[in-house]
């Protein structure tokens, strides 16, 4: 018998659930956006995916993290394959440049606890740094982890390809339609409801709508979603930063310097909150990244300033990031949302997660 389930919500999340589902055969699947794709936050990331390099070693935020890299493996030939589009991504890892002041030790300790969970990390000394980045500042050349399993992908392309291969699989997506409420009284059934429309009635609704999911939740459960804007530019130089054969990401002091293409380069991004309720974006907070990624690679004052962008990252108030839960007196609305700085990296396992969710409890 066919299970029907509507997804609220097309970014990285809600594509990928979709896509993940769509490969069941008893699925019928439709997912509704109130713009077109990729204009919330997933439109603004930079695709980078910390999970090998990243301080959790245990429990469910490594075992989300491990899982994802694991899948993104797979995932990108798969979808390249069944939808014939291109997904640049980055499969030359992360390079984190560590300040000066940084105790080792964690990382040396991080480092073998990754050699027995048999994924691998390198501390690089500064001759290491020099030979593999020359574009390095020698003042930042003391020591930095090297992490060549973590990868970084286009989000925009990604989430065009799920959509892609979702359709493929029979998935229906509905742009422009903003859903405005969820009922979940009938025990067997959710209903949503959208501005001068039939109320559209499916066995289980996914809540994948970023920002947007505190309002659809509130009758349901108090899940509180709040703005942490981040701003980023994309700077075009004269020739690419040092090795034109070895480019990874470069993380320094929480700015990511990621290879796009060309001799094009993303930097970004700029982490800031709400001032007495209200989220403007801070031209000083884009200027402090500016400098410190010149700081980091000289070269980039050479650049010119082709892209400025802004989003807003969905972070859960009061609670972990994510928030993947089921909701609704039948327990038949799940919630997938909150992914704050990691949506792109944790969007597999989340529909992963999701999907062993859709069962009768
Ligand atoms: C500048 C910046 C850089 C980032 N860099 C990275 C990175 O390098 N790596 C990483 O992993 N993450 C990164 N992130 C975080 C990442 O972008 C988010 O965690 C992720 O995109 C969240 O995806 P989402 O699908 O939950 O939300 P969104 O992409 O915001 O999608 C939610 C969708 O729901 C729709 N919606 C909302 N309400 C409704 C409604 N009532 N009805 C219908 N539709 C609705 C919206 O229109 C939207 O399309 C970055 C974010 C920013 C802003």
């Known amino acids: 018998m066919s299970t029907s389930i509507n997804i609220i919500g097309c970014g990285i999340i809600g594509a990928t659930i979709a896509y ?10 439709n997912v509704y956006d109130s713009q077109q794709p990729n204009q919330a936050a997933t439109g603004a990331a930079l695709g980078v995916l910390m999970g090998i390099i990243s301080q959790k070693v245990k429990g469910r935020a490594w075992n989300f993290r491990k899982e994802s890299i694991t899948r993104y493996q797979s995932l990108i030939p798969e979808l390249e394959k069944l939808t014939g589009l291109n997904i640049p991504y980055n499969s030359q890892g992360i390079v984190k440049i560590l300040p000066p002041e940084e105790d080792l030790t964690k990382w040396e300790q991080l480092v073998a606890t990754r050699t027995e969970q048999e994924w691998q990390l390198e501390l690089w000394n500064s001759r290491k740094i020099t030979t593999k980045l020359p574009q390095i500042n020698r003042q930042f050349t003391g020591t930095a982890v090297y992490s060549p399993q973590d990868l970084q992908v286009d989000p925009v392309a990604l989430t065009n390809a799920l959509i892609a291969a979702a359709k493929k699989n029979g998935v229906k997506f509905h742009f422009d339609r903003l859903i405005e409420s969820i009922t979940a009284d009938n025990p067997l ?3 949503i409801s959208t501005l001068n429309l039939p109320i559209i009635t499916s066995d289980w609704v996914i809540v994948a709508a970023g920002l947007g999911s505190t309002s659809l939740l509130a009758p349901h459960a108090p899940i509180e979603i709040q703005p942490v804007l981040g701003q980023a530019y994309q700077i075009r130089l004269p020739k690419p930063l040092g090795n034109p054969d070895f480019q990874p990401v470069i993380i320094s002091d929480d700015v990511n310097i990621v290879p796009c293409g060309g001799n094009d380069y993303w930097v970004g991004a700029t982490v800031e909150f709400p001032v007495d309720g209200v989220m403007v974006a801070q031209p000083e907070a884009l200027a402090k990244i500016k400098q410190i ?12 300033i082709i892209r400025t962008w802004q989003g807003l990252r969905p972070r859960p108030n009061h609670r972990p990031a994510p928030v993947i839960d089921r909701v609704g007196t039948n327990k038949r609305v799940l919630v997938a949302t909150g992914h704050y700085r990691n949506g792109i990296l944790l969007a597999p396992a989340t529909a992963r997660i999701i999907s062993d969710m859709l069962v009768v409890v």
């Open 293 to 304: 990624a010149i700081n980091i690679c000289p070269m980039l004052a050479t650049g010119e």
């Open 20 to 29: 993940e589902l769509s490969q069941s055969s008893e699925c019928q699947i």
């Open 189 to 191: 059934s959710c209903d």
